[in-house]
């Protein structure tokens, strides 16, 4: 099995890619200088010769004469794919990368010091995709690009090929006694402590990380996660802060424990943002690591890692949902834009009327407000809930919002806690998308039926 993970690229984050590369792949080779000529002498898998050979590059030809892929000598040196100064693999890579719409990889460690990368192109002509594998790997001081078409060999054929590049790690290279020079040793070993109440878990914030992780990682039924970590049993949380391990690191070594069969990897995908599971015998973890396009056009990197008691019946499969942080009202970052608009047209202690403006945009059915909650401002961000429409005994909100047009809404909260004390407030609609299944076009993404507006006022 291939390791691989797909990315939807812009070509602004090939260089944030080459930079995580760099975090994935440390150790060290002696060499002087780049050989000026190739060594294309490997025992090929059965059915497969070396062709065309000059002295920077061959073709891979299988038996029926077709070139499936091939093998370049490149100009870099062994300290550039294993060394701390990445300027001239950066170089490479950028240079490889050009008009890839699809740039993936998955690193070794300093005993496994290969470079796997997966990229695709749209023919511009044609409009058909293609798709390469590349291995980087180092024999005699020399840096190997091996490549290979994936239109004209499939993936269990060319792991055939993987050992021509494994074969070149020198395992004395390895300065981390717990991690074996074996290709299939298991990467990530966990030790946890489960909690002794359902239900218990421990939030950390990205805040907390000082800047080494942009995800807020969650133990659920857990009460502590371990690492085992250059020799080292850390806490998990302490290593990332620390820097000794990132997220991306975590997720990569992840995938080819998957591929080794050291954990079970499932995925779902929503709206084009892929959710991995890995099932170690000691814990779950869920994850995500992958670009997210929402319906406003933005894109946006999301980092999550949520570790799971593995007897865990609170562990589960989405729905996901993320805060818009630019957000001052807390909005989903994937918020659908139904032309609306609010604004305070009369205010008092016991009652307010809000005018809105509807234009049509990406809305399916009739609009309509059905609940609503009342807020009352603290101090900064913070807030305490006043009252909600849906009270026992409460007449339940529902307005419908005129398509196209204006209208006003009047919401009277005096039944539900009296007359408001001078403060700041704020109004918080939820408005529904109500339409039938068969309104929704094929080629409609839906991505919520319901969404919060927030209304500040002031009572004086």
């Known amino acids: 099995m291939l390791c691989e993970k797909k990315t939807i690229m812009r070509k602004g984050m090939l260089i944030f890619l080459i930079l995580l590369l760099s975090v994935m792949i440390s150790g060290c080779h002696k060499e002087d200088s780049a050989p000026e000529k190739g060594d294309f002498s490997y025992d090929l898998p059965e059915g497969f010769t070396i062709s065309d050979v000059t002295e920077k590059d061959c073709a891979i030809v299988s038996s029926d004469g077709v070139t499936v892929g091939g093998m370049i000598l490149t100009d870099l040196k062994g300290k550039d794919l294993t060394g701390t100064d990445r300027v001239a693999m950066s170089q490479y890579l950028e240079n490889i990368a050009e008009g890839s719409e699809y740039f993936s990889w998955t690193g070794g460690d300093d005993a496994h010091p290969i470079w796997y990368l997966t990229q695709s192109f749209t023919d511009p002509d044609s409009q058909e995709k293609r798709e390469y594998y590349r291995v980087f790997f180092v024999k005699d001081s020399g840096v190997y690009d091996m490549w290979f078409d994936m239109e004209r060999i499939d993936e269990d054929t060319i792991s055939e090929f993987l050992p021509i590049a494994e074969s070149t790690v ?207 401002r603290t101090s900064g961000s913070e807030s305490d809930v006043i009252a909600v429409s849906w009270q026992k005994g409460t007449e339940e909100l529902s307005v419908p919002i005129q398509s196209d047009g204006s209208g006003q809404i009047t919401i009277d909260w005096f039944d539900l806690v009296g007359a408001l004390e001078p403060g700041e407030y704020y109004l918080r609609f939820t408005v529904f998308d109500r339409y039938d299944e068969s309104e929704l076009h094929p080629l409609i993404v839906k991505y919520h039926d319901g969404q919060g507006y927030c209304i500040p006022f002031s009572i004086e």
């Open 170 to 376: 020198d395992s004395s290279t390895s300065s981390d006694p717990t991690t074996p020079s074996d290709s299939l040793a298991q990467r990530l070993q966990f030790s946890v402590v489960e909690a002794e109440k359902p239900g218990h878990y421990t939030m950390f914030s990205k805040e907390e990380f000082g800047g080494n992780t942009n995800a807020d990682i969650l133990y659920s039924g857990l009460t502590e996660v371990n690492i085992i970590w250059n020799g080292e049993k850390l806490p998990l949380a302490s290593a990332i802060r620390d820097g000794q391990l990132t997220v991306p690191e975590i997720f990569a070594l992840a995938r080819i424990d998957a591929g080794n069969g050291f954990c079970q990897e499932t995925y779902d995908s929503e709206h084009g943002l892929t959710h991995f599971v890995y099932t170690y015998p000691e814990c779950e973890l869920h994850m995500a690591y992958d670009v997210y396009e929402t319906p406003n056009g933005k894109q946006t990197l999301i980092e999550e890692i949520h570790i799971y008691d593995i007897t865990d019946d609170y562990r589960s499969i989405g729905p996901y949902y993320y805060v818009d942080e630019e957000s001052e009202w807390g909005y989903f970052l994937d918020r659908e834009d139904w032309g609306l608009t609010f604004a305070v047209s009369n205010v008092s202690p016991t009652q307010i009327t809000v005018n809105y403006t509807q234009q049509q945009a990406q809305e399916v059915g009739e609009l309509i407000a059905e609940k609503y909650m009342l807020c009352r």
